[in-house]
């Protein structure tokens, strides 16, 4: 048997954690009040399952103590070993559908069959399809006085709210560093496995908060080390990242010691180390970092090592080249740089001068740079429009002395024209610049750029993404960094949904003040 199993909590007081739901649930089953329907929620092996079996002994128990089942008598072990034909579990991952939930009503009436309760206990309970709920709230709201239901999840949120309002819930927090170890020295003590306290600490956070996960590995690292689990074979076994080297990527990071976090990186890459697996573990030691050194200098680097790596873990699922993104993060961060893709097509060829497209635009290029100019000469610095992108006016105004000009273009930061290609490539950096929430940021970059004249269309996947960045304050920000990458000014933004109309020139000056935001 799985030491999980083995070890799965019995009564109320073998649980770990949770003592305001077990508390609660020991004083309903005191007082003979239990309600007739619980919904457990919370991530995965926190005690859910365990904690509604539990329940169900106690609602049958012959000798309940203080609320807590004895686990000797019939019913206990027979919900145990569930043999109990009056404790029904049902897996709503595989019993989804309406047809099941019909089977459930109809039985539901009839009375226990040895016990004095039927009780329900229905896990990952998101899984059950909109007709299914449907069809469980009346029995649900008001079941047989014989009937109970516990009900399980994961995924509170895909639970519809007619179906919580009906329920007393409670939500399942994960387990300590502290409560992982001790119960894993607790279990190592008893099945004779050799641990170091080191050793614990890297398995319960390797756990991420699960008991069940912490003591499949425990059982995973003890069967592959011959009960004999050092803190070197822990890390081997479990891809875990040795401290040294993290703190060495650290430092070689602080010192802007390129190549040295580069060579870091090749001798994980000769060992077979997962960079993901590296990625995660180095981010959790940053996290600590940033905890350390609150109101310190150094936070504010550690905070950009954090987002530099948040990239390239999310940029390692689509890369070719695993190591790729992690190199692209320590450069970033080492050399003080932003990567960025080039349009190769647009760079001019060594025998091109680049003076060709702008005399082809028939611009009036200023002869002084330093020279003012109008909002309207956006190609005096050497900067070309492409197709749609081109102003209504593109002439540019001789600047004089005397006359004061309203407005001055920028140079473009990115050396790129303004065209719907070349923002989606500088996405990223857009995001990044404007300094919007990470979830309007993360709708941004699900979002599809076109220009059509003076107008930015960002065409949204969802009607969620498009709600979203179609916020004013978002689209300002959004805009304000195009124009400083791009060097741009005089132009407009709009959010629509895929499938939705675009803006085109004619129709822009028509468009509300909702639908357009000028910058």
Known sequence: MSLFLKYRPQTFSDLVGQEPVRRTLQNALKSESPSHAYLFTGSRGTGKTSTARIFAKGLNCENLRAGDPCGACRFCTGTADGTLIDVIEIDAASNRGIDEIRDLREKINFAPNVAKRKVYIIDEVHMMTKEAFNALLKTLEEPPDHAFFCLATTEIHKVPETIRSRCQTFSFQRFTLDQLTDRLQYIADLESIKVDNEALS????????????????????????????????????????????????????????????????????????????????????????????????????????????????????????????????????????????????????????????????????????????????????????????????ANTVAPTPA???????????????????????????????????????????????????????????????????DQTEVKNLILKAINEIFGVAGFQVRVIKSGGSAPTAATNEKASVDDFLNF
């Open 202 to 393: 890297l398995i319960s956070r390797k756990a991420e908060g699960g008991l069940r996960d912490a003591i499949s590995l425990l059982e995973q690292v003890a069967a592959e080390t011959e009960n004999n689990a050092t803190t070197a074979a822990v890390q081997q076994s479990l891809g875990i990242s040795d401290s040294n080297t993290l703190i060495n990527l650290y430092e070689s990071l602080a010192k802007g010691e390129t190549q040295t976090g580069l060579d870091i990186l090749k001798h994980l890459s000769q060992n077979g180390l997962d960079f993901r697996s590296f990625g995660h573990d180095f981010l959790g030691f940053l996290r600590e970092k940033m905890l350390q050194q609150l109101g310190q200098p150094d936070l504010g680097f550690t905070l950009k090592c954090i987002e530099e790596f948040e990239i390239a873990l999310q940029r390692l699922k689509t890369s070719p080249i695993i190591e790729l993104p992690l190199e692209i993060a320590i450069i970033n961060l080492t050399q003080n740089t932003t990567v960025s893709v080039v349009n190769i097509s647009a760079l001019p060829t060594p025998a091109t001068s680049v003076a060709a497209p702008i005399a082809e635009a028939k611009v009036i290029q200023t002869p002084t740079p330093a020279a003012p100019k109008t909002a309207k000469a956006n190609s005096d610095d050497g900067f070309v429009f492409e197709g749609n992108a081109t102003p209504k006016t």
């Open 403 to 469: 006359k004061p000009v309203a407005e001055t273009t920028a140079p473009p930061a990115s050396g790129e024209s303004l065209s719907g290609g070349n923002i989606k490539r500088q996405m990223e950096n857009i995001a990044k610049k404007s300094g919007i929430a990470i979830f309007a940021k993360k709708s941004f970059l699900t979002c599809s750029p076109s220009v059509d004249g003076t107008v930015i269309t960002f065409s949204a996947s969802s009607e969620f993404h498009r709600e979203k960045v």
